[in-house]
């Protein structure tokens, strides 16, 4: 079973691939294969340059902000989905299940098959075993104890090769996963103090706009977050601090992450 599903997921690579190959030319192909499978032969050394001097190189593989938003577009996605189904699936649905463990169902498999699907590379690893780490955690209704889960990942990742503690691919990846993930919970008690304070009226049906702008305020947030709590590293081991980045960030790495992954991967 394990050889059946790599064997589909690679054949699932290659034809990405080589329809990508046929129909891209750089340096929208490199930026395609390296954005959407993490293949970073084909990116052209200027344009990693360019990247580099703004401040945004890391948008060019799959890094852990990366599968962290993907990951929250599709949990988010999935518990919104609930709404738009019929009232007797929906009734059937949730005498078995929360919208909360629907939707990590629904993110566990999705997260888990692009793992694969990007080369499962360390880094992505990483990021996916916080992320699986984060989802049990939900499931079993611990979703404050947010410390104890990236502790639990942090041991996971370390045991197999405690060197692995000292390398910048693993702190970037900690650190940006502990970043959304932090926002996020930060974000949620601060609505259910929110709505505990005006229990006594009736909460407001939001509208398609007031929920977008709450969804990109969501995404800036997490941007930013990531991107202080990732500077002293980038200062200490890189030696430079990519101030540029703290601007062009806030509207590159929502933008690939909840719009080009997803349309990359569709297309």
Same mark, same amino acid.
């Given at each position: 079973?394990?050889?059946?599903?790599?064997?589909?997921?690679?054949?699932?690579?290659?034809?990405?691939?080589?329809?990508?190959?046929?129909?891209?030319?750089?340096?929208?192909?490199?930026?395609?294969?390296?954005?959407?499978?993490?293949?970073?032969?084909?990116?052209?050394?200027?344009?990693?340059?360019?990247?580099?001097?703004?401040?945004?190189?890391?948008?060019?593989?799959?890094?852990?902000?990366?599968?962290?938003?993907?990951?929250?577009?599709?949990?988010?996605?999935?518990? =919104?989905?609930?709404?738009?189904?019929?009232?007797?699936?929906?009734?059937?649905?949730?005498?078995?299940?929360?919208?909360?463990?629907?939707?990590?169902?629904?993110?566990?498999?999705?997260?888990?098959?692009?793992?694969?699907?990007?080369?499962?590379?360390?880094?992505?690893?990483?990021? =996916?075993?916080?992320?699986?780490?984060?989802?049990?955690?939900?499931?079993?209704?611990?979703?404050?104890?947010?410390?104890?889960?990236?502790?639990?990942?942090?041991?996971?990742?370390?045991?197999?090769?405690?060197?692995?503690?000292?390398?910048?691919?693993?702190?970037?990846?900690?650190?940006?996963?502990?970043?959304?993930?932090?926002?996020?919970?930060?974000?949620?008690?601060?609505?259910?103090?929110?709505?505990?304070?005006?229990?006594?009226?009736?909460?407001?049906?939001?509208?398609?706009?007031?929920?977008?702008?709450?969804?990109?305020?969501?995404?800036?947030?997490?941007?930013?977050?990531?991107?202080?709590?990732?500077?002293?590293?980038?200062?200490?081991?890189?030696?430079?601090?990519?101030?540029?980045?703290?601007?062009?960030?806030?509207?590159?790495?929502?933008?690939?992450?909840?719009?080009?992954?997803?349309?990359?991967?569709?297309?």
């Amino acid at each position: 079973t394990r050889e059946h599903i790599l064997g589909v997921v690679d054949r699932w690579r290659q034809t990405i691939h080589h329809a990508a190959v046929s129909s891209l030319t750089n340096p929208a192909l490199g930026l395609f294969l390296g954005m959407v499978l993490g293949e970073q032969s084909y990116i052209e050394q200027d344009i990693r340059d360019a990247f580099m001097a703004s401040g945004t190189v890391h948008i060019l593989s799959i890094s852990g902000s990366h599968l962290g938003l993907l990951a929250l577009l599709i949990f988010a996605g999935a518990r =919104w989905s609930l709404r738009l189904l019929p009232a007797f699936w929906l009734e059937w649905l949730s005498l078995r299940l929360t919208a909360t463990r629907f939707a990590v169902l629904i993110t566990l498999p999705a997260v888990s098959f692009y793992t694969l699907l990007a080369g499962a590379e360390m880094a992505t690893v990483r990021s =996916w075993i916080m992320i699986v780490v984060c989802c049990v955690g939900i499931w079993l209704g611990r979703e404050r104890n947010l410390v104890t889960a990236l502790a639990v990942a942090a041991l996971l990742m370390v045991l197999p090769n405690p060197e692995a503690i000292h390398e910048i691919s693993f702190q970037l990846s900690y650190l940006s996963v502990a970043a959304i993930g932090l926002v996020v919970l930060v974000r949620k008690e601060k609505q259910a103090n929110l709505s505990g304070l005006d229990a006594a009226l009736p909460p407001p049906q939001p509208t398609w706009l007031a929920s977008l702008k709450h969804k990109l305020s969501l995404a800036w947030l997490i941007t930013l977050a990531v991107s202080l709590t990732t500077i002293p590293l980038v200062a200490h081991d890189f030696h430079q601090i990519p101030w540029l980045g703290l601007l062009t960030n806030m509207v590159i790495v929502p933008l690939v992450g909840m719009l080009m992954i997803p349309v990359g991967l569709l297309s």
